[in-house]
């Protein structure tokens, strides 16, 4: 059996190209996916992270744009987790956190929540706030936009 070296990383995310056919599978359930009509990538332009577990499980998308709302930073464009051994979805977030700012630097992080597509309705966006993301405004259309900002650099 020939040997896969994409599949062994150290912690629980391992970077994959955008289009992978896994990760577009497991895209097509998550809620913002449904606002799409046809889908080549998940991402789009722009600079981007795609992250899949090992199990193949659970999903992260990072985007570094400016969008249309004036938002700057790295976007977290998709997470979904559907219930991998990789970990709890807070800690994944927290491993991608970390991917990221290896990848851009001091950026500011950000996503959305759309607090009546979640699970939790009385705490939408938990685990991202377990995960170290602040509650910083309200977009027009009622989403949540949370935030995290690298920790401090000790010299």
């Keep these: 059996m020939p040997e896969q070296p994409f599949l062994f990383s ?3 995310w391992i970077e994959i190209k955008d ?10 359930r998550h809620y913002t996916a449904k606002q799409r009509r046809k889908v080549f990538q998940l991402l789009g332009p722009g600079g981007k992270l795609l992250l899949l577990t090992p199990d193949a499980r659970a999903l992260f998308g ?10 700057t930073g790295v976007n977290c464009a998709v997470f979904r987790n559907e ?10 977030i927290l491993a991608a956190k970390e991917i990221a700012w290896e990848r851009w630097p001091g950026e500011r992080l950000y996503t ?9 309705k009385r705490d939408p966006g938990r685990c991202f706030l377990r995960a170290g993301f602040k509650v910083c405004g ?9 935030e995290s900002f690298a920790r401090e650099i000790k010299l």
């Design 83 to 92: 219930g991998t051994t990789a970990g709890r979805s807070s800690e994944l």
């Design 62 to 71: 990072w985007r570094k744009f400016k969008s249309d709302a004036g938002e």
């Design 19 to 28: 289009g992978n056919p896994t990760a577009m599978s497991i895209f097509l």
């Design 10 to 12: 150290d912690g629980p």
């Design 138 to 146: 309200v977009t027009k259309s009622g989403k949540l936009i949370l």
């Design 112 to 120: 959305y929540v759309d607090g009546s597509k979640v699970r939790h």
